[in-house]
């Protein structure tokens, strides 16, 4: 693409790490949105697409299953929905049934957003190219490389983890648990300062550690596409190796919202 395109070296790299975006506040600087109002439309589309077929997939299945032999679909289904219910069997001791479906859907939805990495980097571009005629429109086809979409996912799970609190230990439980623990009631402030900083760490980490190892495995196949004829020798242990990645990495943020749920259910 780079040879066909007339790209350069740094400018086919950007060309596949910028956004297709929309700013909703009309702030461009260079052709790039500057404003808070941005919305990157190749992470809704891609992201909304996805989740509407694999969980379409998954519902259709789910009302065609019978209690004979499963076709190959409702078996590969029903394998994934045991492993992961599971670990929250495992992992979670509560009294929720809010927690087995969130597993399932993270763990499904971030799974196939990133198995989209292991698309080539040239496919996508070129295909769009020959629908839009357009050889130069910027488009991300892994949404979990976009910081926008994990930090979004990892604020609804702590957003979800706070309400599983309240819920389970009461308003007073809460504030209880959050001035008293570790060091007890007479260093209330110093507890305060703990749980503000856990509880930031949360989504922060959850977000960025998912976005890093995504976007890091995107740029090595972007150069490994810059290596002309030494592409194939590359890029396939790669390729092997980054199946392992994708999996691990859904599997993680999956495993983490078990453990923030599992910690928002004890009462103490």
Excluded at 11 to 33: E, F, P, R, W
Excluded at 107 to 116: G, Q, S
Excluded at 117 to 126: K, N, Q
Excluded at 179 to 208: M, T, W, Y
Aim: negative net charge; glycine residues 8%; proline residues 5%.
């Amino acid at each position: 693409m780079s040879a066909e395109g007339g790209l350069t070296t740094a400018s086919y790299i950007q060309h596949h790490l910028t956004n297709l975006a929309i700013c909703a506040d009309a702030a461009k600087v260079d052709g790039h949105c500057t404003g808070f109002w941005t919305f990157h439309l190749d992470t809704l589309l891609v992201s909304g697409i996805l989740g509407l077929l694999v969980f379409g997939l998954m519902a259709k299945t789910a009302s065609k299953a019978t209690a004979g032999v499963p076709s190959g679909v409702q078996n590969f289904i029903e394998m994934v929905v045991g492993l992961v219910d599971q670990q929250v069997r495992d992992t979670f001791h509560g009294k929720s049934a809010l927690v087995t479906p969130l597993a399932i859907t993270i763990f499904v939805w971030v799974f196939v957003m990133n198995a989209m990495d292991l698309i080539p980097v040239d496919f996508g571009p070129v295909v769009l190219a020959t629908v839009t005629g357009d050889s130069h429109m910027p488009f991300k086809f892994v949404p979990t490389t976009d910081p926008n979409l994990t930090f979004a996912m990892s604020i609804s799970v702590f957003c979800i983890m706070l309400w599983m609190n309240f819920k389970v230990k009461g308003f007073g439980g809460f504030m209880h648990e959050v001035f008293s623990a570790p060091f007890g009631p007479k260093l209330a402030p110093v507890n305060f300062l703990f749980r503000v900083v856990e509880d930031i760490a949360k989504p922060i980490s959850l977000a960025l550690r998912l976005f890093g190892n995504m976007y890091a495995g995107e740029m090595v196949f972007i150069l490994i596409a810059l290596l002309g004829l030494y592409q194939l020798p590359l890029a396939l242990p790669w390729e092997l190796f980054h199946i392992l990645i994708i999996t691990l990495q859904a599997f993680v943020f999956m495993m983490l919202t078990i453990v923030y749920m599992s910690m928002a259910a004890e009462s103490h």
